[in-house]
């Protein structure tokens, strides 16, 4: 893989805007919100009740995602980081503190390497900074998986990958909509943001990231394991970690008190 630091060029403010959703405080510091895929912006709703009193916020539906329009393929992370700008520049609220779930926090750590200007803060949640070739391989095989058998062929185990046994008989209300929202998906865009994400090899520069950094992972997430963050924590200077009991890869979904708790903190220190 290249370590050569990617080239996002400043993106036009005509451009099309993904669908969003912006509440809390104008002229406060804003936060934008990165989901993971196959999901959409209405998954941080407890994020964004917890945040709105404070801060100006945005949550955003990735290309090809809920209500935004599917993008080109195949699609790279540069294009994901370069929507991910457009969202902050039109904002016109300054840098933004970019919050990450999975592949969101993948997107936050390209951004923050090629536009550090428009990234005041980062909290990369249940995400990676690169895999072993096992891995990409793996990542590779669920787009294949998609592509062989629809969206229904990773339906199950995705959700097992997703939330502990625990939470899944608490409440299968949650696993039910997931479950939904992901046989809704475009199959297409499901399946090259796989292979989109057996691309990422940022860790080599993430002594390069100069931002406060907080990294999040469930205790029992076996998608991105406590390892995998321990990667990125050590790589950022001054980077926190934090692991949140008894939650696997969903941690904002499966445990939102602890994580609001820990992420009003780090912002508000700011």
Not at 23 to 38: E, K, M, Q, S, Y
Not at 96 to 119: F, H, K, N, W
Not at 187 to 213: E, F, G, K, Y
Not at 242 to 249: C, L
Request: aromatic letters at 4%; a negative charge.
């Amino acid at each position: 893989m290249s370590n050569a630091p990617a080239q996002i060029a400043p993106s036009a403010k005509t451009a099309p805007i993904l669908h969003q959703v912006r509440t809390g405080r104008r002229g406060a510091p804003l936060v934008v919100l990165v989901h993971a895929v196959g999901l959409d912006l209405t998954y941080w709703d407890r994020q964004i009740g917890a945040l709105a009193d404070a801060f100006d916020v945005i949550a955003y539906d990735l290309a090809g995602h809920g209500a935004s329009p599917a993008p080109g393929l195949p699609f790279a992370f540069d294009d994901a980081a370069a929507d991910l700008a457009r969202v902050i520049e039109t904002a016109e609220a300054g840098a933004a503190c970019v919050v990450g779930l999975s592949v969101g926090g993948m997107i936050a750590q390209t951004l923050a390497l090629a536009r550090p200007d428009l990234v005041r803060a980062l909290c990369l949640m249940d995400t990676v900074s690169t895999f072993a070739e096992a891995g990409r391989a793996a990542v590779r095989g669920r787009g294949a998986q998609v592509r062989a058998g629809g969206m229904e062929a990773i339906v199950v185990p995705t959700l097992e990958r997703w939330f502990t046994p625990g939470f899944a008989a608490r409440r299968p209300d949650v696993l039910d909509r997931v479950a939904k929202t992901l046989r809704a998906a475009d199959p297409d865009v499901h399946a090259a943001m796989w292979d989109m994400i057996s691309t990422l090899d940022v860790a080599p520069r993430l002594d390069q990231i100069d931002r406060p950094t907080l990294v999040m992972v469930g205790e029992k997430d076996p998608t991105t394991p406590v390892a995998a963050s321990e990667v990125i924590a050590r790589g950022i200077p001054g980077a926190r970690l934090e692991i949140i009991p008894d939650a696997s890869h969903m941690a904002p979904i499966e445990a939102p008190e602890e994580v609001n708790r820990l992420l009003l903190g780090f912002l508000t220190a700011l």
